[in-house]
């Protein structure tokens, strides 16, 4: 067991608080029972599992540690003292992981009927993203594309607010340049963006089956390169003094509002 | 000008981060050039606007310290490296103000048609209260009455999240009991509910125009005496492996819902 936080694997999973240090080690860190035993009902790869004996409680939570390490998971136990360095949580339940991150190229992604993608231009709050991932998950979406300078999805407050919904999407990265490139070949798939400046209410319009929600970052919305290759942009309409609303929450009214058509269309209650 | 982080008026800002301080004086504090603005042309009720002449640039911010000054306002100087002191920001803008909490008795309340209230039950992270407030901002909503155990929404998270939507919206906080109490003398006013557990569609239900929206806490939901409470109780589907949503997003889609149902009955589409 290891008892000093001085450690040099200590350190190391320390690190991975550093988006840096995620990007050049692909690796990611997550802590807690619930989201560890949903990576790997998940199947996610487990570089390391580390458990904290002393706190480890659970029946649940030690069954999980038992069948992981039946199928070869390397586990560093560590004392309490130690799991409280590495852990950001208040109260650590004793049970955290070293993950490998898993990224799909664009190439591979494939734009499916009633299964929605969103594309996220510099999106800048990782609470923001862990929450799209959430609500994008519940209405039955495929992934999300992220453009640019945008937050890392791998990032603690981003893995937790996400709330597992991580281990369920594609997760993509690229550049606006190659996704402009991409969605141009695509034949079939509709890119749909948002603007306060858009006349076409997104309520009243009829979305097509396989698309790709567009949304801009929190501060700058999306630019007129966003907007003009946009097959159809739409408001949300307001009528406070606000003129924008949280980015998470434009997104699931989005989201939220495409799903409930393609409910209805299986319903047959729409054409 | 106050050059010493140490004096007794610097200190008694500082401590306005935390709540206990807050609703022994029931004042705020709030920082930024478009807030402390936003508050000024509210009509808020400010104690102290505090300025850093070394760190205001813009001109219309000094234009915001004339009026307020005119307005007899009182202002406290504070050097740069003070102000750093008292900030919470990066980059702090060099304009911060203490304000006066306003809230609405209970009693006072009055629902009306097309204006929905959120009731919230413990809800424990001021970034959702914050997105919350700004999302019924948005779709012309009264306020928000705060249940038992809350967050307080003059947490400066809560401010920030808000955007300005905290002076637009009535702030209420009663007990369970009370808000029981006074709910069931209310004629006219439905009291609705969501929960996973429900079987009324959150879509298909056709929602009274005089309503509160009643929310559960992040962790626990709608307890079932809360439940017994709501008029109805509607659920959002939802078909990934996620069994709930984030509290800001769920309850921006059922008002949007809400709001949807009201746009289109005011141009006569529905009955």
Redesign the interface.
């Known amino acids: 067991m290891i008892t000093s936080p001085a450690n040099e694997q200590v350190k190391r999973i320390r690190r991975l608080q550093e988006r840096k240090e995620r990007e050049r080690t692909g690796l990611f860190f997550l802590e807690g029972i619930r989201i560890v035993a949903e990576a790997a009902e998940r199947g996610e790869a487990f570089e390391t599992l580390i458990v904290s004996p002393d706190r480890l409680q659970s029946d649940f939570a030690w069954k999980l540690v038992e069948n992981l390490r039946r199928n070869g998971t390397p586990i560093l136990e560590v004392s309490s003292l130690v799991f409280e360095r590495l852990s950001q949580k208040e109260g650590p339940q004793g049970i955290a992981a070293v993950v490998h991150q898993r990224w799909m190229p664009l190439g591979a992604v494939s734009v499916e009927n009633g299964k929605p993608w969103v594309a996220l231009d510099s999106v800048a709050d990782p ?1 923001n993203l862990g ?1 799209i991932l ?8 495929a992934g999300v594309i992220l453009l640019d300078q945008s937050t890392d999805p791998y990032d603690p407050s981003c893995v937790r ?1 996400s ?3 991580l281990f ?1 999407l594609h997760l993509v990265r690229t550049s606006f340049e190659q996704f402009r490139d991409w969605i141009k070949r695509q034949t079939g798939v509709a890119l749909i963006g948002t603007s306060g400046a858009a006349k076409q209410d997104y ?1 009243d319009f009829p979305y097509p089956s396989r698309l790709v929600l567009l949304m801009g970052s929190e501060r700058l919305g999306l630019q007129p390169y966003h907007l003009e290759l946009c097959d159809e942009v739409v408001r ?7 003129d ?3 980015l ?2 434009a997104t ?2 989005v989201l ?1 509002e495409i ?2 058509q393609q ?1 209805q269309k299986s319903l047959g209650v729409m054409p």
Do not use: C, K, W
């Not at 959430?134 to 979406?141: F, H, M, Q």
């Open positions: 609470g929450t959430r609500t994008l998950d519940a209405v039955g979406g607010a709330m597992g919904a369920d309520h949300i309409p307001m009528v406070g003094r606000s924008s609303l949280n998470a929450v699931a009214v939220y799903f409930n409910r």
